[in-house]
């Protein structure tokens, strides 16, 4: 082994091994390609995993209409669907009602086509979102949820994440991430791609 791991409430670090797929530049088709690779990773791993899918700019889009003081405190109660937290936040900014109720019904709407669906009729008098929902429906095959992006200033568009059966860390991540590139190389270049947690699937093999 090349990397170590301690157990689930032991409170050392953990360090991960992964390995990943990246796209640089402004490709045709680019996310659709990274997620055919992950699709494809899955299978090479001998797994069936469920692919969640959602998207950065939905969100940022959303969270647009409310103050930055909501915004940072929000973002991480979407992403583990905290409602509670969520129906605090809203009554204590006094939000109107029908921004209100995408803050407190968002979070709940995942799964297949069904939930496009019910996401478009709660979108409707909102174009900025729609715009989104509408890119989606040209992905199969994977559960949707705009509920997913905890870190909007990593991600720039779409966002997958894989959970397979055994396992509750996830097992790939990844997506659409055209500012990070500049971070570490002062050269400006669309990116996107995805990592493979290796770690949980040596622990799998070995269980």
């Not at 990274?34 to 797994?47: K, M, P, Q």
């Not at 940022?60 to 003081?69: H, I, K, N």
């Amino acid at each position: 082994n090349v990397f170590k791991d301690s157990s689930w409430g032991a409170g050392n670090l953990r360090e991960v091994m992964q390995a990943g797929v990246e796209l640089l530049g402004n490709q045709t088709g680019r996310f659709e390609e990274i997620l055919s690779l992950a699709r494809r990773s899955l299978e090479i791993t001998g797994n069936k995993g469920s692919i969640l899918y959602g998207d950065a700019r939905f969100l940022d889009r959303l969270f647009s209409m409310f103050l930055d003081a909501i915004r940072s405190g929000i973002a991480e109660s979407f992403h583990i669907k905290d409602t509670a937290s969520i129906a605090a936040v809203r009554r204590d900014a006094k939000i109107e009602k029908a921004t209100a109720s995408l803050l407190t019904e968002v979070p709940l709407i995942f799964g297949g086509t069904e939930a496009l669906e019910t996401l478009s009729r709660l979108c409707s008098p909102f174009p900025s979102l729609m715009e989104i929902i509408a890119e989606a429906e040209k992905i199969k095959d994977v559960v949707y949820d705009f509920s997913l992006v905890r870190e909007l200033s990593y991600y720039t568009g779409p966002v997958i994440e894989v959970y397979i059966a055994g396992s509750r860390e996830r097992i790939l991540t990844g997506g659409v991430y055209d500012n990070l590139f500049e971070k570490f190389s002062n050269k400006k270049s669309p990116a996107c791609g995805f990592a493979v947690n290796l770690t949980v699937l040596s622990e799998m093999q070995k269980g």
